[in-house]
């Protein structure tokens, strides 16, 4: 079983739909999860951290589950611009290991 | 702009040379990273620098020479490389082990 899953996609969808990711991981020692975007050719850039609690940044809400291991990420209201591959990262372990691990990635377009 | 700058952003090379890879941080990060990405898949982990010491290597073959000179900058030396070895390298930096990763833009490799 690999470390962090997820579903590879893709995912197409109109603008203005919201679209819903997970993400599942292994490790329940795991201390910190991201959600990061990719876009073709370019490099990782970081789109939320995941709290216990939750937490939304405008269109988008992350969730953690500790309980069944897994994030979620919602997009809401769609845009052409959300298209690109969407990064689950966990950091593997411990405090200190300074073992960051990604999923596959789930690539997402929006379709006008 | 990303904080993380990488030299080159492109580099061409034949199986006989040897070259490097630059990357240098100021924002007073102590976990330094390098990453490989190849088309369509997740960034790789291939060493850690925490504190200037290497921390962890991910079996990367001895073709692949990680060099710390001090706390802001990071090298990845070349020598012998196979054309499997063309990707993607990014160079990521964070302040402890489990906050969020800063990317730099990658240095895409091409092995003749």
């Known amino acids: 079983r690999k470390e962090v899953e997820q579903d590879p996609g893709p995912f197409n969808v109109p603008e203005g739909a919201t679209v819903a990711f997970n993400c599942t991981y292994s490790?329940?020692?795991?201390?910190?999860f991201f959600w990061y975007r990719q876009d073709c050719r370019k490099e990782p850039k970081l789109l939320m951290s995941v709290y216990s609690s939750g937490n939304e940044d405008g269109r988008f809400t992350a969730q953690l589950n500790r309980a069944s291991q897994y994030i979620s990420l919602l997009i809401r209201d769609s845009k052409l611009s959300d298209s690109a591959t969407y990064l689950c990262v966990v950091n593997g372990g411990t405090s200190g290991t300074y073992k960051y691990i990604f999923g596959t990635g789930t690539r997402l377009k929006v379709l006008a | 702009d990303t904080e993380v700058t990488q030299t080159p952003k492109h580099l061409v090379m034949g199986m006989t040379n040897k070259k490097s890879l630059k990357c240098e941080q100021h924002?007073?990060?102590?976990?330094m990273y390098w990453y490989k990405q190849k088309a369509k898949k997740p960034p790789e982990l291939m060493f850690v620098y925490s504190y200037e010491k290497l921390s962890i290597n991910e079996s990367v073959p001895s073709r692949f020479s990680p060099e710390c000179p001090n706390s802001s900058l990071l090298n990845l030396h070349l020598h012998a490389l196979q054309p499997e070895d063309s990707a993607l390298y990014l160079c990521?930096?964070?302040?402890?082990?489990?906050?969020?990763?800063?990317f730099g833009e990658g240095s895409r490799l091409t092995v003749l």
């Open positions: 924002m007073g990060h102590r976990a």
């Open positions: 490790n329940s020692a795991s201390q910190s």
């Open positions: 990521a930096s964070s302040r402890l082990g489990t906050g969020e990763l800063f």
